[in-house]
Nanobody, 124 residues
Framework: QVQLVESGGGLVQPGGSLRLSCAAS????????INWFRQAPGKEREGVSC????????YYADSVKGRFTISRDNAKNTVYLQMNSLKPEDTAVYYC?????????????????WGQGTQVTVSS
């Protein structure tokens, strides 16, 4: 079964860091652009970051620019989202998905592969 699995979420104090992982099962992740989304309770899903297949394209939402870094480890078939200087407003469920990654936006739909999500809570 083709799967994306997120991990690395948890509870962290403001100013802290977390590294989220998006691991692929039964398909080769480097063949896909990978997008990260988040959704907080009562809010719409927000595109956070993405990384292109092999063209070096990355995208960051303004709300996370300078604090989050996306990267790939093709040997581990995994994409990472390093999150530093976390704020309470970063609290959300974070999802990774395949899709389209551009320098100005990211798109994932129902035909793409999605993970189950990992909870990130930033609170003192």
């Amino acid at each position: 079964q083709v799967q994306l699995v997120e991990s690395g979420g948890g509870l962290v104090q403001p100013g802290g860091s977390l590294r989220l992982s998006c691991a692929a099962s039964r398909f080769t992740l480097r063949r896909y652009a990978i997008n990260w989304f988040r959704q907080a309770p009562g809010k719409e899903r927000e595109g956070v970051s993405c990384i292109g297949r092999s063209d070096g394209i990355t995208y960051y939402a303004d709300s996370v620019k300078g604090r989050f870094t996306i990267s790939r480890d093709n040997a581990k078939n995994t994409v990472y989202l390093q999150m530093n200087s976390l704020k309470p407003e970063d609290t959300a469920v974070y999802y990774c998905a395949t899709g389209l990654c551009g320098s100005r936006n990211i798109v994932s739909g129902s035909d793409d592969y999605w993970g189950q999500g990992t909870q990130v809570t930033v609170s003192s």
